[in-house]
């Protein structure tokens, strides 16, 4: 089954095993509707006059920025759902205004109880209007539901998710995430962040997860998950860590791309201690029979630029070394062998058509600083010089001196079909997320003289010219990938 497809019907499946029946409300919102207020206005006030367990529906016009006030915060068993409206065009973005006087918030929604969050189809940025930054997307606690599904977010202080409870259960399908955490304060700058909370259930299918100064996954030891599933998604650039899981009961990581995880590289002296070694998945603890670890069918590498540019010595005379073959912690390898899946993994650099510009200046500046504290002055904003703005809002500095470069258009992950990793999933699809633009096949197999098509360019990995010589009424075109899809 497509990957895609099969995240969906997942979702789906899900969405529906975790939501009791509830009267539904769905109110459109343009951004006319938001002259003399704001988004979080009018959410909360319907919230509070809600009756009990219901779904409130808030569809946003497309193309247009809608500004909060402050946090959407609520609790009790209210669902919130907010999602695009129907049609084509620019997705609406979600950031908070603070030009007339206002405090920036720590995160753009905090919900407690037994709610469910469903954000669909929508932009949210963790950078103000006047150019701050909000610390966090979605702070949880509790036994609630955060579905986020379609959705860019970039440009956040610290974590996209901040998990404080115990009960949660969230699910992260098809989402582009970009520049989490600012390079001169690497400490922060999280994916998903726990620390020594429990989380009941964690889904995190078909993502592209890019540019993320501290780690993917921050754990700081002492919590439990219960189950965690991060399958065909496509993770690139982590400056300390990547994934520090600590202990779950069912673990399931499949078809993921990882790309130059813990940049920063590490010191050769706390590399050869098995104790302090940073390892690209951390699993602290595997008990036979009462714990399932599966991680197979991965690619996980460090590329040559990176491995190139990171400076061979500390300031303090230390010498570095890369992450390269400190993929998978001694507790974690017990696991992939008590579950068959050691041997399953590779490692195999990958050619793509539009990655991100590799973070060689913050991988020097970080690795360079002799300044004390967590700051790294030298360290540049992340460098977006090969994709385009979006315009429209960039326009939305309302309260700033400098324009504030805003985007809605990432990156072409696509590779070469003839890489290992293009055809080695589970299903026997390619690795990692298929989130932005599809790849096309590389070549075709013309049919030039039994229906006089020409191909051209052919192979090619962009834009394709078909040409018949003769007209047709109706026509009927069916594109496979190398693997028959």
């Given amino acids: 089954m497509n990957r895609i497809l099969q995240a969906l019907l997942y979702l789906l499946a899900s969405f529906f095993l975790v939501l009791p029946l509830h009267a539904q409300t769905i109110r459109a919102i343009n951004f006319a509707d938001v002259f003399d207020t704001s988004l979080d206005q009018i959410i909360l006030a319907d919230i509070d006059a809600a009756a009990e367990g219901e779904h409130l529906i808030y569809e946003l016009e497309r193309g247009f920025p809608f500004l909060l006030e402050g946090s959407i915060e609520f609790d009790g068993d209210t669902h919130l759902e907010i999602r695009s409206q129907d049609g084509g065009g620019a997705p609406p973005i979600i950031l908070q205004g603070v030009s007339d006087g206002g405090e920036v918030v720590d995160q753009l929604f905090r919900i407690r109880g037994e709610t469910q969050l469903t954000l669909r189809d929508i932009q949210l940025t963790g950078r103000t209007d006047q150019g701050a930054y909000n610390d966090r997307i979605v702070r949880t606690s509790g036994t609630n539901v955060v579905v986020m599904d379609n959705c860019i977010i970039d440009e956040v202080g610290q974590s996209v998710f901040r998990v404080n409870g115990g009960d949660e259960k969230i699910y992260i399908t098809n989402c582009v995430i970009n520049r989490i955490g600012r390079p001169n304060n690497p400490d922060n700058g999280r994916f998903v962040d726990n620390r020594s909370d ?288």
């Avoid at 010595?313 to 230390?318: E, L, S």
């Avoid at 290992?420 to 989130?435: I, K, N, R, Y």
Wanted: aromatic fraction near 10%; include cysteine.
């Fill in 198 to 485: 429990n989380i009941d259930t964690i889904v995190i299918q078909n993502n592209l997860v890019t540019n993320v100064t501290s780690r993917f996954w921050r754990n700081q030891g002492g919590s439990q998950s219960n189950y965690v599933e991060i399958v065909g998604n496509t993770f690139m650039y982590s400056g300390q860590h990547a994934f520090d899981i600590n202990v779950v009961n069912e673990l399931i990581i499949h078809n993921n791309i990882v790309a130059d995880p813990i940049f920063y590289g590490r010191t050769t002296d706390a590399q050869a201690d098995p104790a302090d070694a940073r390892v690209v998945i951390e699993l602290d603890t595997f008990i036979n029979d009462q714990m399932t670890v599966d991680v197979r069918n991965n690619n996980l590498y460090v590329s040559e630029i990176m491995t190139n540019s990171l400076p061979e010595q500390q300031p303090d005379g230390d010498t570095l070394i890369t992450i390269e073959g400190f993929y998978f912690s001694a507790a974690l390898q017990e696991g992939m062998m008590a579950s068959g899946s050691m041997g399953t993994n590779i490692v195999e650099e990958l050619d793509y058509i539009l990655p991100p510009v590799p973070p060689i200046q913050f991988q020097f500046a970080a690795t360079q600083d002799t300044t004390s504290g967590n700051e790294v002055p030298e360290a540049e904003p992340w460098d977006l010089s090969n994709i385009e703005e979006y315009a429209p809002y960039s326009g939305t500095n309302l309260g700033s001196e400098e324009p504030i470069a805003r985007y809605i258009e990432f990156y072409n992950l696509c590779y070469n079909d003839d890489a290992q990793s293009a055809t080695g999933a589970t299903d026997g699809s390619p690795l990692g997320g298929q989130v932005t633009p599809a790849c096309l096949v590389t070549s075709v197999d013309e049919q030039s003289e039994t229906w006089g098509v020409q191909v051209f360019p052919n192979p090619t990995s962009g834009l394709v010219d078909i040409r018949f010589d003769q007209q047709f009424e109706r026509l009927w075109l069916a594109v496979f990938n190398s693997t028959g899809q």
